[in-house]
């Protein structure tokens, strides 16, 4: 099969909706949009699983990431007194280089 241009989202869409409605063959569809047979289930089911995303998991998804940002916003203010220099961190605020001139012995 010769390679074609990236799918827009338009026809992705069309593709989960042709295999899906059935209305046509899986061939049909594949030689219209010139892609392979791995290719049209793939769109199909990426398609299939963000409607049951859509549908089913986005008030836990906002709770979950709430949730989250809640804990880090405490972590930070646990943190809140914390300085780059307790970072183990030189005087300047920069690591300290292993293998630098200070570390030589003579």
Do not use: C
């Amino acid at each position: 099969m010769r390679a074609r241009e990236k799918l827009t989202v338009e026809e992705k869409v069309s593709i989960a909706l042709d295999l899906i409605k059935r209305e046509r063959s899986l061939a049909e569809i594949r030689d219209f949009y010139r892609v392979s047979h791995t290719t049209a289930y793939k769109i199909r089911n990426a398609f299939l699983e963000g409607g049951r995303r859509a549908l089913g998991g986005v008030d836990n998804q906002r709770g979950d990431l709430e949730a989250r940002v809640r804990a880090l916003e405490e972590r930070i203010e646990d943190k809140g007194n914390l300085r780059v220099s307790d970072d183990r961190r030189g005087p300047q605020g920069r690591k300290p280089r292993a293998g630098g001139l200070g570390s030589r012995v003579r």
